[in-house]
């Protein structure tokens, strides 16, 4: 098969939502407004914003389990619009996630022996002694005792059960896994890590994450490329080293100034962000960050401006950069 150069491809990507608003009339609402990016081998993309900005949508997206409105996506350069089953089902198991809340991603009624086997099975052969071996090695590489394969997870602490989920996600041997929020519903110590754990599979194997959080520090740390979102838009990308000593974006910048501590515990955006969110319902027509932002001019209230080539390392969505 003949291999693109990325994993993913997302190019245009429109995504909406029907709700029901007053009165019960049904009304759309757009998750995702022509959101485009690309993920290499060996690359970590942390996907920053705020709450209810889409990040998850947009890791939905690109695992197949949500279908955009327009736009198309692509795997390992394959439109997934014009793929044979024989191909999707062969590329499927190369794209991994690991979500949040380790207490409901693991079947409570399987063993962990069981969880880490049934994708192996589907995905690799049905082979218990190849499966258990290789079950016990990523034990080893997440840094679980043999033990817990004959434990449910009820009996495994938060931490414990989100190093099963990386291990199961590992027995496919997948290229790309969609980490959606993976440190959120742990504690400082535990969150950190998990996170070296992951640093440590992405420099040993060249695994590549497709990394979801609202957490600053924590899409600096793993992140090679960091992505910015704000109400379903994309308004940066910039890479990491870059990341301290550049201008960005007015939104970027607010981020940055809220987020005085670190290795804070509180959500480090609350803090000095002023103005109003603006409902995503009725959405303005200009720039999506209008109401918020320092640097407006009139123009903004108009257009929107597009995600513009700033160099080679940095893209900003503003007219005033
Ligand atoms: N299945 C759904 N039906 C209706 N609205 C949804 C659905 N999933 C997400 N949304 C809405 O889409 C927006 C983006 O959600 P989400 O992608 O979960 O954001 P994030 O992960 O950044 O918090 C939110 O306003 C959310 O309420
Ligand atoms: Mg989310």
């Known amino acids: 098969m003949e291999m693109s150069q990325f994993l993913v491809e997302i190019k245009n990507v429109w995504k909406s939502y029907e709700i029901r608003s007053f009165w019960f009339k049904k009304q759309k609402f757009y998750a995702l407004l022509d959101v485009s990016l690309k993920i290499s081998k060996g690359e970590v993309i942390g996907i920053l914003g705020e ?23 692509f795997w390992f350069g394959k439109n997934l619009k014009y793929i044979s089953r024989r191909e ?14 380790p207490y409901s991603s693991l079947n ?10 049934e994708p192996y099975f589907i995905c690799i052969e049905n082979n218990k002694k190849k499966g258990l071996e290789k079950a016990k090695e990523l034990l080893n590489q997440v840094g679980l005792d043999q033990n817990v394969l004959n434990e449910y997870p009820h009996a495994l ?15 496919v041997s997948p290229d790309l896994i969609v980490l ?9 110590t535990i969150q950190s890590q998990i996170l070296e754990l992951l640093k440590n599979f992405k420099e040993k194997i060249g695994l590549s994450y497709f990394l979801i959080s ?31 000593s550049v201008d960005h974006h007015p939104y970027t910048l607010m981020l940055l100034e809220a987020h005085l501590d670190p290795f804070s515990k ?12 603006p409902s995503a319902l009725f959405r303005p027509s200009g720039c999506v960050f209008y ?25 900003i969505a503003c007219f005033k950069r």
């Open 214 to 244: 609202h957490s600053l520090p924590v899409v600096f740390y793993l992140s090679d490329w960091i992505i910015i979102m704000y109400l379903g838009k994309i308004v940066e990308i910039c890479k990491k080293e870059f990341f301290n």
């Open 157 to 171: 602490s938060g931490g414990q059960r989100q190093r099963v989920a990386l291990a199961r996600a590992l027995m």
């Open 291 to 315: 109401s918020r932002c320092k640097e407006r001019q009139k123009m903004c209230l108009k257009k929107s401006p597009k995600l513009r080539k700033i160099n080679n390392l940095q893209y």
């Open 180 to 188: 959606d929020e993976p440190t959120s519903a742990l504690d400082m």
């Open 88 to 101: 999707y089902k062969s590329l499927r198991s190369k794209i991994q996630a690991v979500f949040q809340d």
């Open 266 to 277: 509180k959500p480090p955006f609350k803090k000095e962000i002023k103005g109003e969110v």
């Open 108 to 117: 409570p009624r399987y063993k962990i022996k069981d969880i880490l086997l």
């Open 51 to 73: 709450s209810g900005c889409g990040k998850t949508t947009l890791g939905k997206i690109i695992l197949d389990l949500e279908k955009p409105d327009k736009g198309e996506v």
